[in-house]
């Protein structure tokens, strides 16, 4: 069945420093995408990043990047160089399905990362 | 501005009562999904529809029914409102084909107390 697992309720960084969110989820589905969202104090949710189970290299976006090891099925976030702004919580997805599947979507527990100045 | 929609952010209402939360986007989106969202326990996943008329349950279905006549608007049902329906309902909605393109877009959330 599908899944996914984020086991940190709570993370805390110190403001600059790299910190990384751990996810892990499980499918018997080949084709599958990941995605992680930020939800600040404010309730939006916000796409930071996206890893296709087919993309051989890690996603990269800005202070964000995916470290995608597809063996153990994980995906961790990392943040680089945290700011302020960052402290949020953020949650890990996941959606099966190749072209044409209305595949569904679903998300872990979330983590909360405070950053202190 | 992509935009999803939900008709309120704040509702309450009494145990008992058939609730209707409203959900709308202007994206031409297929795929359409309700999550209710609880602290510690994230996002879960009440239904999904891939198309008009169509929905699978997701996780936590029960209590919960969905109707998508038209494709820009997913509605979610409580039949006979709870006090443990009390939360916060989030809507999205993403396009179909390979998950590659297919981020979500959400809605502002309606958080719903039942008394």
């Known amino acids: 069945a599908q899944k996914i697992t984020q086991t940190q309720p709570g993370m805390f960084v110190q403001e600059k420093e790299a910190v990384t969110l751990d996810c892990t989820y499980d499918?018997?589905?080949?084709?599958?995408?990941l995605f992680w969202y930020k939800q600040p104090s404010s309730g939006e949710m916000i796409f930071l990043i996206y890893?296709?189970?087919?993309?051989?290299q890690n996603a990269t976006e800005g202070r964000y990047s995916l470290n995608f090891q597809k063996a153990r099925k994980s995906a961790n976030l990392v943040i680089s160089a945290s700011q302020l702004g960052d402290s949020a919580m953020y949650f890990c997805?996941?959606?099966?399905?190749?072209?044409?599947?209305?595949?569904?979507?679903?998300f872990g527990q979330g983590t909360e990362l405070s950053v202190k100045p | 501005d992509v935009k999803v929609t939900q008709s309120s952010r704040y509702l309450v209402k009494r145990t008992g009562e058939k609730v209707f939360l409203e959900c709308v986007q202007d994206?031409?989106?297929?795929?359409m999904f309700w999550y209710r969202q609880d602290p510690g326990l994230g996002l879960r996943l009440i239904y999904f529809?891939?198309?008009?008329?169509?929905?699978e349950k997701g996780d936590i279905p029960e209590g919960y029914s969905v109707s998508r006549e038209k494709k820009e608007r997913f509605s979610l049902i409580l039949e006979s409102a709870s006090t443990n329906q009390t939360s916060m309902y989030l809507c999205?909605?993403?396009?179909?084909?390979?998950?590659?393109?297919?981020?979500?877009?959400f809605g502002q959330g309606t958080r719903l107390t039942v008394v």
């Open positions: 999205a909605s993403s396009a179909r084909g390979a998950p590659g393109n297919t981020e979500a877009f």
């Open positions: 890893q296709g189970s087919y993309d051989q």
């Open positions: 499918t018997s589905d080949p084709s599958y995408g």
């Open positions: 997805a996941m959606r099966e399905g190749g072209v044409n599947q209305g595949g569904k979507l679903i």
């Open positions: 994206m031409d989106h297929e795929n």
């Open positions: 529809s891939y198309d008009v008329k169509m929905k």
